[in-house]
């Protein structure tokens, strides 16, 4: 089916036959975290952080399967333990220098198993907090689109541009501003088609490069709880929720 194809259908009746499936990106190294060892695998509330999204995804009724993107390299999945869930999860050893790289490779492992229309959930295996409620609020509210969407969250706080030397350069507005989270859906090959023309070291969501192909994705409320765990103070928020929500 060729992406003009997918264009013309109307979104509901594309959406009807459409399967849904989860593509997580976790081949990234943490360096940001800077604890000795790939953050994914980093033990939160009991569990490698890996294992808390995956597994809401795995666990969600409308969501066939999740594929991992791992480092070709990387000895710890093997070890996770997905119990009755393990059957809807599959790893795939071909990540890349970028995040949006890992997201390319996996997509292209998947093109003998996806049809053009089949929406693509991808996902930071760094995001351990997402819900069962967020994944459906995704789904429902881009039920009908065509071009696809993300969760998000409208900007808080006051934003202020700094000079080099830390010093208050200007206030930006924050009308209108929204913080990308993933989940991000899109269909499979739109996404393998923008993700293709686009510049992989500066794409860092699915969304800029579907803005990049001239499409404009869906902002689709999300919580400020689906934090990604970059920094040691979200490792510790994160943990929070999970004991307080899980
Ligand atoms: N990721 C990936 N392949 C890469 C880089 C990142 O699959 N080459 C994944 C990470 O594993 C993570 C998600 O993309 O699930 C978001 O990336 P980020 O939070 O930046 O994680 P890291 O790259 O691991 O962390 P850092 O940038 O601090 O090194
Ligand atoms: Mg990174």
Sequence with gaps: MSVERVDTDSGAAAASNSRYVALVPAAGSGTRLGAGMPKQYQLLAGLPLIQHAVSTLAAHPQIERVYVVLAPNDSHFVSCDWGALGVKVSALYCGGDTRAASVRNGLAELSTQLSASDWVMVHDAARPCLTEADVD????????????????????????????????????????????????MFRYQRLVAALARADLATVTDEASAIEQSGFQPQLVLGSAMNLKVTYPADQTLAELILLRFN
């Design 137 to 184: 609020r995704l789904i429902q509210t881009l039920s009908a689109s065509a071009v696809g969407g993300l969760l998000a969250v409208p900007v808080a706080d006051t934003l202020k541009r700094a000079t080099a030397e830390g010093l208050v350069l200007d206030t930006q507005s924050r009308e209108h501003l929204w913080q990308a989270q993933t989940p991000q």
